[in-house]
């Protein structure tokens, strides 16, 4: 059954240093989405993608962060200068074209922990 | 911002026995729901959603009511088994208003009491 990965499971990064998680959405998916949950809180909506561009984006995504779609494949998320706050799991996720009249999924990759010291 | 809401942060029942899991949202924007299962440090794993256009779905154990005038909607698991044991979350889009993001709930933890 296709699934949406992601890469590193867990990544450890100091204070204003520059991370990238990787995603590998499911193979025919033409929306991609990044979300966080910061430990005990809800999963809250970073970004979305479409069309090789952002189609939106939270207050939460600022200039310190971006995404790029940089093959076929891979959808990744940066984070130019890591703060202590930016700690959380990011799960991306993707879904089909639009949704037909009674159903609409998103699926989820494992996530990556990101941890920063 | 709650604009989805789950009241309930836990929920204990006996195996068998069907498990209501509650939602209620206020965006009336909001155009499909849907329901995750997750467990510690992993990804929410994707279970049914609905249409604001039906008041049911159904798959397996799994149904959804949706109940748009009272901006409300549940999960019912029948019959629940152990392995059910999880967080819930509900979440909703409003995707054909301009906005495809999901906006979660806090969840509800499921156990399952063999």
């Known amino acids: 059954e296709p699934e949406v990965t992601q890469t590193p499971s867990h990544q450890v990064t100091q204070m204003g240093q520059e991370v990238i998680l990787r995603c590998v959405p499911i193979s025919n998916h033409l929306y991609f989405y990044w979300y966080r949950q910061i430990l005990g809180q809800k999963v809250e909506f970073l970004v979305s993608?479409?069309?090789?561009?952002?189609?939106?984006k939270s207050e939460i995504f600022d200039d310190q962060f971006s995404v790029e779609r940089p093959d076929g494949s891979n959808f990744t998320l940066k984070i130019r200068s890591t703060k202590l706050e930016d700690s959380a799991m990011y799960f991306c996720?993707?879904?089909?074209?639009?949704?037909?009249?009674?159903?609409?999924?998103?699926?989820f990759g494992p996530g990556t922990r990101l941890t920063v010291t | 911002d709650q604009q989805v809401k789950q009241n309930s942060p836990s929920l204990s029942v006996q195996e068998g026995r069907i498990s209501i899991l509650n939602c209620d949202y206020t965006?009336?924007?909001?155009?499909?729901f849907l329901w995750y299962k997750k467990y510690p440090a992993e990804g929410p794993t994707f279970l049914i959603s609905i249409s604001s256009i039906k008041d049911k779905n159904e798959d397996g154990r799994f149904t959804v009511f949706l109940n748009k005038s009272a901006k409300h909607l549940s999960l019912h698991i029948v019959p629940s088994q152990p392995g059910d044991s999880a967080v819930y979350f509900c979440a909703a889009s409003a995707f054909w208003g301009g906005s495809e993001k999901l906006v979660f709930g806090k969840g509800t933890k499921l156990t399952v009491n063999p």
């Open positions: 996720a993707s879904s089909d074209d639009r949704p037909n009249t009674t159903t609409y999924e998103q699926y």
């Open positions: 965006n009336s924007m909001f155009d499909y």
């Open positions: 993608f479409y069309n090789n561009e952002i189609s939106e």
